[in-house]
Nanobody, 119 residues
Framework: QVQLVESGGGLVQAGESLRLSCVASGHTSLNTMSWFRQPPGKERELVADITKVGTTAYGNSVKGRFTISRDDAKNTVFLQMNALRPEDTAVYYC??????????????WGQGTQVTVSS
């Protein structure tokens, strides 16, 4: 079983920065790691993802402002968020595609961390 613990959310003003972290625990091989977000009253959307070899992809609304990275030695994925806007307000979720000997390849979700950007 893989567990994900996110941290780094909070309340900031527009233009400021935050860095989210997501640590995966369990005997696992981590493949693609992703950040999603769900604004109030809206559907969950992909923010960014990073493959095992470091290839990244971003949602159009965050390109040039957010950067996803990973540290495989620490089983951690990061999301550096710069130039935050009020419309970035959402619950941010980490999702990991991980392989374990007992469950094979599956997707796992974190519990979410709130990011609120005031104008």
């Amino acid at each position: 079983q893989v567990q994900l613990v996110e941290s780094g959310g909070g309340l900031v003003q527009a233009g400021e920065s935050l860095r989210l972290s997501c640590v995966a625990s369990g005997h696992t091989s981590l493949n693609t790691m992703s950040w999603f977000r769900q604004p109030p009253g809206k559907e969950r959307e992909l923010v960014a993802d990073i493959t095992k070899v470091g290839t990244t992809a971003y949602g159009n609304s965050v390109k040039g402002r957010f950067t996803i990275s990973r540290d495989d030695a620490k089983n951690t994925v990061f999301l550096q968020m710069n130039a935050l806007r009020p419309e970035d307000t959402a619950v941010y979720y980490c999702r990991v595609n991980a392989y374990t000997l007992t469950t094979g390849s599956q997707y796992y979700w974190g519990q979410g961390t709130q990011v609120t950007v005031s104008s």
